[in-house]
């Protein structure tokens, strides 16, 4: 069987085509979307075309890939660009045939399309002079390619505009069977000159870092290529600048049933380093710093294995369809890390998620963590904690342009008391703490979402509508 993988970067409009292209291959047990941190409905119409969806660790192409390997159950892969619409429609069957007969260990789409200028006048000259093995390929800039996983996942893609490049050179290095694949006709979207001289930058650098004499001799002559951002904004779409309310949930022990650093010392058995941080450490700060140490090897895939054990709480998916369908904009607060909470705002349709971004290379955990400004303590604070939730708030009413009497918040433990408190609603959820039940205006008492539809006066459709 196949697994397709589709990186994607605000690509609405589009994506719900490819997918349901794909799902008519009899091939295909898996589809996998890579969000690059979307700001459209991205998210939401891979969901709903039925393709199982995960947020990359890191802007770029190269990191979505990685991590769409790391995710692929299958040994035949077929990587597909969102923003095309005219695929032939046995697009699956052509692309793995070689591969499945055994006759190429990786496959490069051939197409016909409206032009090709970074092709032709860098990537062609370039691949003459260091690797005239490869002047045989038409386009070697294709991004439409299938491969196996166990040669795929042995490889150091690049991040950038020369990933592409880059994993034809590997392959053809390691030995691999290489074969082209004429799949067409193709549009896709043209590109601004900006984006193409950016693109010939790092096609080159991917093709000369691979070529030693030449980097040998000219090396000192290639500018440094500007680190892409490793972070967007979460998504503040305009187009819900206009909606008046908001829910705001904790995450772990208040969606998830669970916690998820807890439940990762006891699956990747750290259970007695965690309890020595969180015993001889008093600040925030400094505890989720060294916390964030004890993930250090670990992969994205690892982190999300762990978190798709703790199960979430049976109604969250329904209410917050509901919440969402009465206009209110519905994200998580969580000081976790966004690895996961992003992992949790797309598996429940949610429009953002802020919590502690826990540094990723390659993939691989570095036990690096970095904090938030949102979460740092201003002189608007209402608190006087160092790092508090409710600083996120202030931030989010400004962003969003809502009121913070129009926010609800929920959550169960002592990091939620000053959200809870802040917010125009705040609501205690199946929580034992006796401060947050005395300060939230609400309590929910059982493991359910569905009072919150009540306090809010939020109808439920009738059974079976």
């Known amino acids: 069987m196949v697994t397709v993988i589709i990186p994607a970067l605000n690509e609405a409009d589009t994506l719900g085509t490819v997918i349901s292209l794909v799902k008519k291959s009899p091939l295909v047990s898996e589809i996998i979307v890579i969000d690059?941190?979307?700001e459209d409905n991205t998210v939401t119409v891979a969901h709903e075309a039925g393709a199982m969806v995960?947020?990359?660790?890191?802007?770029g192409k190269g990191a979505s890939m990685r991590e769409g390997i790391l995710f692929a159950k299958n040994e035949l892969m077929l990587f597909l660009d969102a923003d095309i619409t005219t695929y032939p429609e046995d697009i699956v069957e052509l692309m793995t045939g070689p591969l499945r007969n055994d006759t190429a260990d990786f496959v490069k789409s051939v197409f016909t399309r409206q032009a090709g200028r970074v092709t032709e006048l860098v990537a062609k000259p370039l691949l003459k002079l260091l690797f005239p093995d490869l002047e045989r390929f038409a386009q070697p800039l294709s991004g439409m390619v299938a491969g196996k996983k166990s040669m795929l996942q042995k490889l150091e893609l690049e991040n950038d505009y020369g990933v592409d490049i880059g994993i034809?050179?590997?392959?053809h290095q390691i030995g691999a069977r290489i074969?082209?694949?004429?799949?067409?006709?193709?549009?896709?979207?043209?590109?601004?000159?900006?984006q193409l001289s950016k693109m010939s930058l790092e096609v080159s650098r991917a093709i000369i870092s691979r070529g030693e004499p030449l980097q040998a001799r000219e090396g000192?002559?290639?500018?440094?290529?500007?680190?892409?951002?490793?972070?967007?904004e979460y998504a503040l779409r305009e187009n819900r600048k206009g909606l008046s309310r908001m829910v705001i949930f904790d995450m772990d022990n208040t969606i998830l049933k669970g916690s998820f650093i807890t439940t990762a010392s006891r699956l990747l058995g750290f259970?007695?380093?965690?309890?020595?941080?969180?015993?001889h450490n008093d600040t925030a700060i400094m505890r989720t710093k060294l916390i964030a140490t004890l993930m250090k090897g670990r992969t994205v895939k690892d982190v999300?294995?762990?978190?798709d054990t703790i199960p979430l709480v049976e109604d969250a998916l329904e209410v917050v369809t509901e919440l969402k369908k009465s206009g209110f904009i519905c994200g998580i607060i969580s000081d976790s890390y966004d690895v996961v909470t992003n992992h949790i705002k797309n598996k429940l349709g949610m429009d953002f998620s802020v919590a502690n971004e826990l540094e990723f290379s390659r993939s691989v955990a570095t036990g690096e963590v970095k904090i938030p400004s949102y979460f740092l303590r201003t002189k608007q604070s209402q608190c006087s904690h160092e790092y508090c939730k409710s600083n996120v708030i202030r931030q989010l009413s400004a962003n969003y342009g809502i009121d913070i009497s129009n926010i609800t918040a929920i959550g169960d433990s002592d990091n939620d008391i000053c959200m809870v408190r802040e917010c125009g609603?705040?609501?205690?959820?199946?929580?034992?703490?006796?401060?947050?039940?005395?300060?939230?205006?609400?309590?929910?008492?059982v493991r359910s979402f569905s009072p919150l539809l009540e306090i809010l006066n939020v109808k439920k459709p009738p059974a079976g509508s």
């Open 54 to 59: 995960y947020t990359s660790t890191l802007l």
């Open 271 to 279: 259970e007695e380093e965690l309890i020595n941080i969180v015993t």
């Open 425 to 445: 609603t705040g609501i205690s959820f199946f929580s034992q703490n006796k401060y947050l039940n005395l300060v939230a205006d609400h309590l929910i008492t």
């Open 304 to 307: 999300i294995d762990v978190v």
């Open 220 to 232: 000192d002559t290639l500018r440094k290529v500007n680190v892409l951002r490793t972070q967007m």
């Open 179 to 194: 074969t082209e694949v004429n799949i067409g006709y193709i549009e896709n979207r043209m590109q601004s000159w900006e």
């Open 168 to 171: 034809l050179i590997d392959m």
């Open 36 to 38: 690059d941190k979307s």
